[in-house]
């Protein structure tokens, strides 16, 4: 039985370290997997940075880093033919005088379908084919998102510009919920004519009414609180290389549409078939607020090759025809 004692416990000893290097080499392993998936862009459930589009001025909004909105009432939009999920910015004067959607959302009704989004599928539905889809759809002024994940669930590459950082929460959530973070790249950005910074007003309760111009800002909500804070300004054609196509680019900037359209002269220069088919807010209201008109844009885009143009309500849509 002695015998037998001593060679157990000598079986013992031999066993402890080879137990502890399994632990040690777990443990490392372990690490070393944490580490890596960190550090891999591909890992961040939001969005995968894509460096062919930043320039020396600007690198794309980063939602892995950028903190989590909150409270998030998001929902599936009504009757598009390629339906996506978006959150709400503002809820509207709780309890008293909610946001529409929060009342639909309430009855178990989907959000009301946003014109914009199905304005963009109509367009891009005849673009769907496998050699346009390599082109870009750019959203500027792309509040929360709703232009941009109407191209990105039918399998387009969008670039998106919002200066307002609660939109760019926003519009992080949308990506997570339509897994779409291999398709949109983010920028915190106003676009304009110039590379800097420019002032810019917050709209508070109606964010989707912030604008360069103050004036313009409030011009349908004077009683709201407006906020003047600084911003990156940045043109398109310092962002988007001459040798990537693109197919549409929509601009919604509450008056600030004749600097955008400006500093994409090279992209808007391009030749009949390459140049982008383009969709602007054209508000006359708008645009003198913020010392433009109508004219002006459209003497511009003539200049540049776009002769034809119609208008949607109170957006135009230009093409070379």
């Known amino acids: 039985m002695a015998?037998?004692?001593?060679r157990d416990s000598k079986q013992s000893r031999l066993r402890f370290p080879l137990i502890l290097l399994l632990f040690i080499s777990l443990f490392l392993l372990?690490?070393?997997?944490?580490?890596?998936?960190?550090?891999?862009?591909?890992?961040?459930?939001?969005?995968?940075?894509?460096?062919?589009?930043?320039?020396?001025?600007?690198?794309?909004?980063?939602?892995?880093?950028?903190?989590?909105?909150?409270?998030?009432?998001?929902?599936?939009?009504?009757?598009?033919?390629?339906?996506?999920?978006y959150s709400l910015p503002d809820f509207g004067k709780l309890p008293d005088k909610p946001h529409k959607n929060i009342v639909r959302f309430l009855k178990g009704k989907p959000f009301r379908k946003p014109d914009i989004s199905e304005t963009i599928q109509e367009v891009l539905e005849g673009m769907k084919d496998k050699k346009n889809k390599e082109g870009l759809v750019v959203d500027v002024g792309a509040n929360v998102g709703m232009a941009s994940?109407?191209?990105?669930?039918?399998?387009?590459?969008?670039?998106?510009?919002?200066?307002?950082?609660?939109?760019?929460?926003?519009i992080c959530d949308g990506i997570w919920f339509n897994r779409i973070e291999d398709s949109v790249t983010v920028f915190e950005a106003a676009v304009s004519d110039r590379i800097g910074n420019i002032t810019f007003h917050k709209l508070v309760g109606r964010l989707d009414n912030s604008a360069v111009s103050a004036t313009?800002?409030?011009?349908a909500f004077k009683s709201n609180e407006e906020i003047a804070l600084q911003v990156r300004s940045i043109p398109l054609d310092e962002v988007i290389p001459e040798s990537e196509p693109v197919l549409?680019?929509?601009?919604?900037?509450q008056g600030w549409e004749y600097h955008v359209l400006k500093g994409a002269?090279?992209?808007?220069?391009?030749?009949?078939?390459?140049?982008?088919?383009?969709?602007y807010e054209e508000d006359e209201r708008l645009l003198q607020a913020s010392n433009s008109s109508?004219?002006?844009?459209?003497?511009?885009?003539?200049?540049?090759?776009?002769?034809?143009?119609?208008?949607?309500?109170?957006?135009?849509?230009?093409?070379?025809?």
């Open 248 to 253: 549409l680019v929509k601009i919604d900037v």
């Open 149 to 170: 994940f109407a191209a990105a669930v039918m399998g387009f590459r969008v670039l998106s510009f919002e200066p307002v950082f609660e939109n760019l929460q926003r």
């Open 216 to 219: 313009g800002a409030k011009l």
């Open 294 to 321: 109508a004219k002006e844009i459209r003497d511009f885009l003539y200049s540049v090759g776009y002769h034809h143009c119609s208008q949607h309500g109170t957006d135009a849509h230009c093409i070379k025809d």
């Open 3 to 6: 015998n037998a004692w001593k």
């Open 30 to 85: 372990f690490i070393f997997y944490f580490f890596t998936s960190s550090n891999n862009p591909n890992s961040n459930p939001y969005l995968s940075v894509k460096t062919q589009f930043q320039s020396s001025s600007i690198s794309p909004f980063n939602c892995k880093k950028c903190p989590q909105s909150y409270p998030i009432i998001a929902n599936i939009v009504e009757n598009l033919k390629y339906p996506f999920i």
């Open 265 to 279: 002269t090279k992209l808007l220069s391009r030749k009949k078939g390459e140049a982008p088919y383009l969709i």
